[in-house]
């Protein structure tokens, strides 16, 4: 399908390249990142986002750094360089696990593998940059098998935010299944939520779906309880951006709501989490950060005119934390998670 020409981040002919997803559904432009702070820049301002796609963009950035590191200095001076740029890099956003994940898995190859020159280590990061990419497109296939088999032909199936191929290397986390069902002529229907404020359902998958050719509809997230109601969504799938021991998962803001009103319509809802998102050091979700934002975002970013009076207080956070209570299924490259969490995530670990 077309849509799968579309990665958000490339690394083609010596350039680093970055889909930015802020230009969409209105332009599909793709930048070029120089330096740690393009980088940097890219991640906060959310012309790259999603959990996986994250990971991968810190992952090249980090290696774009330190390309041009002079020979001469040497490799204590290079190793210096190269935890201060993770350390700068990992700053960016502090939700999304595999940001960090991404940046110390770099860092840590070079300490464990101990390269013998520069050169050698800038070669080893390129290497596992590349592999960190192959590794999330395997995954999300795998995610769409398991998830395919929770999932029956003709189902409704309402998503929040944007989980699909633009937010990993390819396929999707919670996308996955519907792309590979189209294949296979499930025929589903999609709701998409909008995902205020920051549209990622409005401009991002109900963009990469109808690319796709994949029946889709879009509504506003307070419209979720209607369709529920009226028996049209059977399913419901969304991706994460860190999920505790415990199985609470951090997603974009409104996933916890959509989760609860599933659960009150007697409605399945399936959270798609990569093994590389799953951060059992955190107990629960009260221990995750949420990320805070401007709150310009909410009433200025996609109008003309500011739709709110000026100087008006505003509480914009960027992720909530969906209980595991609500959560029917975790589905991972691994397989199928499901309660109780705690026992059964370290299990799928191990």
Known sequence: MKVFDIAPVKYLDGKMLVLDQTRLPGEEVYIEMQSKEDVFEAIYKLRVRGAPAIGVAAA?????????????????????????????????????????????????????????????????????????????????????????????????????????????????????PIYLGAERGFDFHVFADETRPLLQGARLTSWELSKAGIDVTLICDNMAATVMKKGW????????????????????????????LAKEYGIPFYMYVPTSTIDLNTASGEAIEIEE??????????????????????????????????ITAVITEKGIVRPPYRENLEKLLK
């Open 233 to 260: 969504v059977d399913a419901v799938v969304t991706g994460c951006d860190r999920m505790a021991a415990n199985g609470d998962g951090a997603n974009k803001i409104g996933t916890s709501g959509v989760a609860i």
């Open 60 to 176: 090249y950035g980090l290696y774009v750094e330190m390309r041009d590191f002079p020979e001469e200095k040497g490799l204590a001076a290079f190793m210096q360089a190269l935890k201060k740029a993770k350390d700068y890099l990992i700053s960016a956003r502090p939700t999304a696990v595999n940001l960090a994940w991404a940046l110390n898995r770099m860092c840590g190859v070079l300490e464990a593998e101990k390269p013998q020159s520069v050169e050698a280590a800038k070669q080893r990061l390129f290497i596992e940059a590349e592999s960190i990419r192959s590794e999330d497109e395997a995954a999300c296939y795998a995610m769409g098998e398991y998830g395919l088999s929770l999932l029956r032909p003709g189902m409704g199936i309402l998503t929040h935010c944007n989980a699909g191929t633009i937010a990993t290397a390819k396929y999707g986390t919670c996308l996955a």
């Open 293 to 326: 934002r401007d709150g310009e975002e909410i009433y200025k970013m996609w109008y003309e005119k500011p739709m709110a009076p000026e100087g008006i207080k505003t509480y914009n956070p960027a992720f909530d934390v969906t209980e595991a209570k609500y």
